[in-house]
C-alpha cells in the first residue's frame, strides 16, 4: 500500500493492516459532549453514557476511561477532554473510542476528516453507535473515507462558489473587501473614524451615511486622494521611484498609517488601477489542498471598470507605466557575498544595512559598499545615512574577532561566565519543582477515578458529579500547563547553557582554517557568532553570542 495514510477501503478485511479485534480484550474510551442548550434534553450526559455502556456491554469491551466536555460547543477541536482523549490515544492507553453520533465529537466535516486520519495513523478503532461506522470493518472505512472526500468537496465547492460570486462582483464593478486602497474610504471606515474622533454611535452613523451611503463601495478620501494626485506628478517629473519616497518625506507627507513613505509603497500606488476607477480581481487564488493564498501571474488579472469615481486620468496613469517599464531592467551588480550581511545596523538611524556594487564604467573597476537601507528608500528626512567601503568594513570586522579568539584573558573567563549562568538558571530547582507537579497530578488523577467509580455505581447524583468533576478538571489543567511552563524553563536552562558553552567555542576557533573558506562559508561562520554590529562613522559596536544575563520564561501559573 506504499505508506498510504489511508488504506482502500475495498480490500478484503484479512488485508487491513494492525485492527483491534473484537472482545473482552479492547479497552475502550467513550466520548461524551453535550451544548449548554443541550444539557435538559434528551441526549444528556447520563443518557449517552448509558448507551454506550449498554453497547459495550453487548459486545464485550471494556470500558477503560470516559472523557465529558459538558457544555462546550464542537465548532471546533479545541476541546480539553477531546484533547486528553487523543493524547491517551498517542500514549496506547485506550484501543477504541466510542461516541453515541458523530455530531458528538464534531460538527465540522474538515475536523471529522482530520479525527479520522488521527485514529487511523494511531491505529484505534473508531465507532459512532447510531450511524453505524466502525473503522475495523471494511464498511466502516468506507464511509470514513467517504466523509472525507464529502468534507473535501464540499471545501472545493465552497472556494468556488465564493471565487464565482466574487468574480461576478468585480465584473458589475463592485469593490469586494478588505482594506481600502489608498486615496479611498468606505462607510465602515468613516464610520470608525468618528467614533474616533468622539462621535457617539448615532451620530457617526448618520454622518457617515451622507459621505458614504451605500456600505460596500468605495467613495474618495479628499486628503488622500491628493496625496496620490501629488505623487504621480512628482513620478514623472523625477522619473524615479526613489525620489518620489524621498520628496514625501522630506515635504512631513504620511501614509495611512502615519509612517515614512518607502519605494515599495509608491511602486504598489503607481500600478494599482483602483484609482483609475477600475476594479481588478484575480491577483491571488487559495490553494485548495493548504487553503493558502498563492500570486497569479499578471496576465491571469481581470479588471473591470468600478462603480467608483476615478482618482487620475487614463493618460497620466499611462504615462507613469511608460517610465515604469522603461525602468524596469534592474542594472547588473558585480557577484559578489558580503560578509557581514543581514548583521549591520545604521548607527544615526537603527535601520538595517544592505550591500552594494557599483561599477565604474571608464575604467571597469567594481567598488562595494554597506550603505543605510532606510537612508536609500526613504530619503534623509528619515536618515542622514551612512556609506562605508564593505572591504574596509568587513577586514575590520574580521580583524576584531580573530583578536578576540586569540584573547588568553577573555577565554579563561569561559568557566566564570558559565558558572553564573548555571546559578541563574537554576535548572536542578526547576526540575525538583516539575517532580512536585506530577507528584500532585497524579493524587487529583486518583481522585478523578475515585469520582467516576461513584458514578458509574450510582453513588453521586449528575449535579453534583458535575460540579466536583468541572474542580478536579479546573485543577488537573492548572497543573498541566503549569508543569509546561515549568518543563520550558527547564530546557531553555539547559539550552542556555549549551549555546553559550558552544558560542566560545565558535568563537575560539574563529581563526583555523580562515584562509581556506569561501566567501560564503566566512559569512556563515561569521553570523555563527556575531549578533548584531552597529555602524558609526568613527566606530563599530560588534555584540557577539556571549550573555550571562539571560531571561527564563514564565513559570507563574
Same mark, same amino acid.
Given at each position: 500500500?506504499?505508506?498510504?495514510?489511508?488504506?482502500?477501503?475495498?480490500?478484503?478485511?484479512?488485508?487491513?493492516?494492525?485492527?483491534?479485534?473484537?472482545?473482552?480484550?479492547?479497552?475502550?474510551?467513550?466520548?461524551?459532549?453535550?451544548?449548554?442548550?443541550?444539557?435538559?434534553?434528551?441526549?444528556?450526559?447520563?443518557?449517552?453514557?448509558?448507551?454506550?455502556?449498554?453497547?459495550?456491554?453487548?459486545?464485550?469491551?471494556?470500558?477503560?476511561?470516559?472523557?465529558?466536555?459538558?457544555?462546550?460547543?464542537?465548532?471546533?477541536?479545541? &476541546?480539553?477532554?477531546?484533547?486528553?482523549?487523543?493524547?491517551?490515544?498517542?500514549?496506547?492507553?485506550?484501543?477504541?473510542?466510542?461516541?453515541?453520533?458523530?455530531?458528538?465529537?464534531? &460538527?465540522?466535516?474538515?475536523?471529522?476528516?482530520?479525527?479520522?486520519?488521527?485514529?487511523?495513523?494511531?491505529?484505534?478503532?473508531?465507532?459512532?453507535?447510531?450511524?453505524?461506522?466502525?473503522?475495523?470493518?471494511?464498511?466502516?472505512?468506507?464511509?470514513?473515507?467517504?466523509?472525507?472526500?464529502?468534507?473535501?468537496?464540499? &471545501?472545493?465547492?465552497?472556494?468556488?462558489?465564493?471565487?464565482?460570486?466574487?468574480?461576478?462582483?468585480?465584473?458589475?464593478?463592485?469593490?469586494?473587501?478588505?482594506?481600502?486602497?489608498?486615496?479611498?474610504?468606505?462607510?465602515?471606515?468613516?464610520?470608525?473614524?468618528?467614533?474616533?474622533?468622539?462621535?457617539?454611535?448615532?451620530?457617526?452613523?448618520?454622518?457617515?451615511?451622507?459621505?458614504?451611503?451605500?456600505?460596500?463601495?468605495?467613495?474618495?478620501?479628499?486628503?488622500?486622494?491628493?496625496?496620490?494626485?501629488?505623487?504621480?506628478?512628482?513620478?514623472?517629473?523625477?522619473?524615479?521611484?526613489?525620489?518620489?519616497?524621498?520628496?514625501?518625506?522630506?515635504?512631513?507627507?504620511?501614509?495611512?498609517?502615519?509612517?515614512t513613505w518607502a519605494v515599495s509603497t509608491i511602486y504598489k500606488i503607481l500600478t494599482s488601477p483602483t484609482c483609475l476607477g477600475k476594479i481588478s480581481y484575480g491577483k491571488t487564488k487559495t490553494d485548495l489542498e493548504t487553503g493558502k493564498l498563492m500570486s497569479v501571474k499578471k496576465d491571469g488579472w481581470k479588471?473591470?471598470?468600478?462603480?467608483?469615481?476615478?482618482?487620475?486620468?487614463?493618460?497620466?496613469?499611462?504615462?507613469?507605466?511608460?517610465?515604469?517599464?522603461?525602468?524596469?531592467?534592474?542594472?547588473?551588480?558585480?557577484?559578489?557575498?558580503?560578509?557581514?550581511?543581514?548583521?549591520? &545596523?545604521?548607527?544615526?538611524?537603527?535601520?538595517?544595512?544592505?550591500?552594494?556594487?557599483?561599477?565604474?564604467?571608464?575604467?571597469?573597476?567594481?567598488?562595494?559598499?554597506?550603505?543605510?537601507?532606510?537612508?536609500?528608500?526613504?530619503?534623509?528626512?528619515?536618515?542622514?545615512?551612512?556609506?562605508?567601503?564593505?572591504?574596509?568594513?568587513?577586514?575590520?570586522?574580521?580583524?576584531?574577532?580573530?583578536?578576540?579568539?586569540?584573547?588568553?584573558?577573555?577565554?579563561?573567563?569561559?568557566?566564570?561566565?558559565?558558572?553564573?549562568?548555571?546559578?541563574?538558571?537554576?535548572?536542578?530547582?526547576?526540575?525538583?519543582?516539575?517532580?512536585?507537579?506530577?507528584?500532585?497530578?497524579?493524587?487529583?488523577?486518583?481522585?478523578?477515578?475515585?469520582?467516576?467509580?461513584?458514578?458509574?455505581?450510582?453513588?453521586?447524583?449528575?449535579?453534583?458529579?458535575?460540579?466536583?468533576?468541572?474542580?478536579?478538571?479546573?485543577?488537573?489543567?492548572?497543573?498541566?500547563?503549569?508543569?509546561?511552563?515549568?518543563?520550558?524553563?527547564?530546557?531553555?536552562?539547559?539550552?542556555?547553557?549549551?549555546?553559550?558553552?558552544?558560542?566560545?567555542?565558535?568563537?575560539?576557533?574563529?581563526?583555523?582554517?580562515?584562509?581556506?573558506?569561501?566567501?560564503?562559508?566566512?559569512?556563515?561562520?561569521?553570523?555563527?557568532?556575531?549578533?548584531?554590529?552597529?555602524?558609526?562613522?568613527?566606530?563599530?559596536?560588534?555584540?557577539?553570542?556571549?550573555?550571562?544575563?539571560?531571561?527564563?520564561?514564565?513559570?507563574?501559573?
Amino acid at each position: 500500500m506504499n505508506g498510504s495514510k489511508n488504506p482502500n477501503p475495498f480490500l478484503h478485511e484479512a488485508t487491513q493492516p494492525n485492527f483491534i479485534p473484537d472482545g473482552p480484550c479492547v479497552k475502550v474510551g467513550l466520548y461524551l459532549r453535550v451544548s449548554t442548550q443541550n444539557q435538559v434534553e434528551k441526549e444528556s450526559l447520563s443518557t449517552q453514557e448509558s448507551r454506550l455502556r449498554a453497547y459495550c456491554q453487548a459486545n464485550g469491551f471494556i470500558v477503560h476511561q470516559i472523557y465529558i466536555d459538558a457544555g462546550v460547543s464542537a465548532k471546533d477541536t479545541d &476541546r480539553p477532554e477531546l484533547k486528553r482523549l487523543m493524547e491517551d490515544c498517542e500514549k496506547r492507553k485506550i484501543q477504541a473510542v466510542l461516541v453515541t453520533a458523530l455530531d458528538r465529537i464534531t &460538527r465540522s466535516l474538515r475536523d471529522l476528516h482530520k479525527l479520522v486520519d488521527f485514529f487511523s495513523e494511531t491505529n484505534i478503532r473508531f465507532i459512532s453507535i447510531t450511524q453505524n461506522i466502525d473503522s475495523s470493518s471494511a464498511f466502516g472505512r468506507f464511509m470514513r473515507d467517504l466523509l472525507g472526500l464529502i468534507a473535501q468537496l464540499e &471545501r472545493g465547492v465552497v472556494a468556488e462558489r465564493v471565487a464565482n460570486d466574487m468574480h461576478h462582483r468585480a465584473s458589475l464593478g463592485r469593490w469586494n473587501g478588505g482594506n481600502p486602497s489608498f486615496g479611498y474610504t468606505t462607510y465602515q471606515r468613516v464610520l470608525e473614524q468618528l467614533k474616533e474622533k468622539g462621535f457617539s454611535e448615532q451620530q457617526a452613523k448618520k454622518r457617515a451615511g451622507r459621505l458614504a451611503p451605500e456600505p460596500k463601495k468605495l467613495y474618495i478620501h479628499p486628503e488622500e486622494a491628493e496625496i496620490v494626485r501629488k505623487i504621480f506628478k512628482i513620478f514623472i517629473e523625477t522619473n524615479s521611484l526613489r525620489r518620489t519616497a524621498h520628496t514625501l518625506n522630506m515635504l512631513g507627507i504620511k501614509t495611512r498609517n502615519g509612517r515614512t513613505w518607502a519605494v515599495s509603497t509608491i511602486y504598489k500606488i503607481l500600478t494599482s488601477p483602483t484609482c483609475l476607477g477600475k476594479i481588478s480581481y484575480g491577483k491571488t487564488k487559495t490553494d485548495l489542498e493548504t487553503g493558502k493564498l498563492m500570486s497569479v501571474k499578471k496576465d491571469g488579472w481581470k479588471v473591470f471598470n468600478g462603480q467608483h469615481e476615478p482618482i487620475i486620468s487614463e493618460k497620466i496613469f499611462q504615462e507613469a507605466q511608460k517610465i515604469l517599464i522603461s525602468k524596469s531592467r534592474k542594472p547588473k551588480r558585480a557577484g559578489r557575498t558580503y560578509l557581514l550581511s543581514g548583521l549591520l &545596523r545604521c548607527g544615526k538611524c537603527g535601520g538595517s544595512m544592505y550591500g552594494c556594487t557599483f561599477e565604474k564604467k571608464s575604467s571597469g573597476k567594481s567598488y562595494s559598499y554597506y550603505k543605510c537601507q532606510d537612508n536609500h528608500t526613504r530619503g534623509t528626512a528619515v536618515c542622514e545615512g551612512l556609506s562605508i567601503p564593505a572591504k574596509d568594513l568587513d577586514d575590520f570586522a574580521v580583524k576584531t574577532l580573530a583578536d578576540l579568539s586569540r584573547d588568553t584573558v577573555f577565554l579563561q573567563d569561559k568557566g566564570k561566565m558559565l558558572s553564573i549562568l548555571k546559578k541563574e538558571l537554576k535548572p536542578d530547582k526547576g526540575r525538583q519543582k516539575l517532580e512536585g507537579l506530577k507528584k500532585a497530578e497524579k493524587d487529583i488523577e486518583a481522585k478523578v477515578e475515585t469520582l467516576l467509580e461513584k458514578m458509574e455505581s450510582r453513588l453521586i447524583e449528575d449535579s453534583d458529579f458535575k460540579r466536583e468533576y468541572d474542580r478536579l478538571k479546573g485543577q488537573l489543567r492548572e497543573n498541566r500547563l503549569a508543569q509546561e511552563k515549568l518543563s520550558d524553563s527547564v530546557d531553555y536552562s539547559s539550552a542556555a547553557y549549551k549555546a553559550l558553552s558552544a558560542s566560545f567555542e565558535e568563537i575560539s576557533s574563529f581563526g583555523k582554517n580562515w584562509k581556506f573558506l569561501d566567501d560564503k562559508a566566512k559569512a556563515t561562520k561569521i553570523s555563527t557568532i556575531v549578533k548584531e554590529i552597529k555602524v558609526y562613522e568613527d566606530r563599530l559596536d560588534i555584540q557577539v553570542f556571549l550573555d550571562a544575563k539571560v531571561e527564563q520564561p514564565s513559570t507563574a501559573v
